[in-house]
């Protein structure tokens, strides 16, 4: 089992950026995608971006589209979650998850998930 470590998250205000980073304990090509979701308060977890390592592929949830950008080093091990124009509603845990399967927002696709980080966005 490989350890996914986030970092990045923080307090910004409306309109601000944050750049998150999943790092792998291992070689993050042994995963095919690694996707980011988030979890508001009282609300379920949701998908809102991946990456297939492998074939470079990216996908985003509409509202993750032209505002986040996912982007991978694998020589680093590392995914990048940029994060432009953020808003009070992606308050949230990130959390972001590895998968030896495409792109997909269900979770039980996902094998080892990291520990999460939190991300506030408030004036």
């Known amino acids: 089992q490989m350890h996914l470590v986030e970092s990045g998250g923080g307090l910004v205000q409306p309109g601000g950026s944050l750049r998150l980073s999943c790092v792998a304990s291992?070689?993050?090509?042994?995963?095919?995608?690694i996707g980011w979701f988030r979890q508001a308060p009282g609300k379920e977890r949701e998908g809102i971006s991946c990456?297939?390592?492998?074939?470079?592929?990216?996908h985003y949830v509409d509202s993750a589209e032209g505002r986040f950008t996912i982007s991978s080093d694998s020589a680093k091990n590392t995914v990048l979650l940029q994060m432009n124009s953020l808003k009070p509603e992606d308050t949230a845990v990130y959390f972001c998850?590895?998968?030896?399967?495409?792109?997909?927002?269900?979770?039980?696709?996902?094998?080892?998930w990291g520990q999460g980080t939190q991300v506030t966005v408030s004036s």
């Open positions: 990456i297939n390592v492998r074939g470079g592929g990216t």
């Open positions: 998850a590895g998968s030896r399967y495409s792109c997909s927002w269900l979770e039980y696709d996902y094998h080892d």
């Open positions: 291992g070689f993050i090509l042994d995963y095919y995608a």
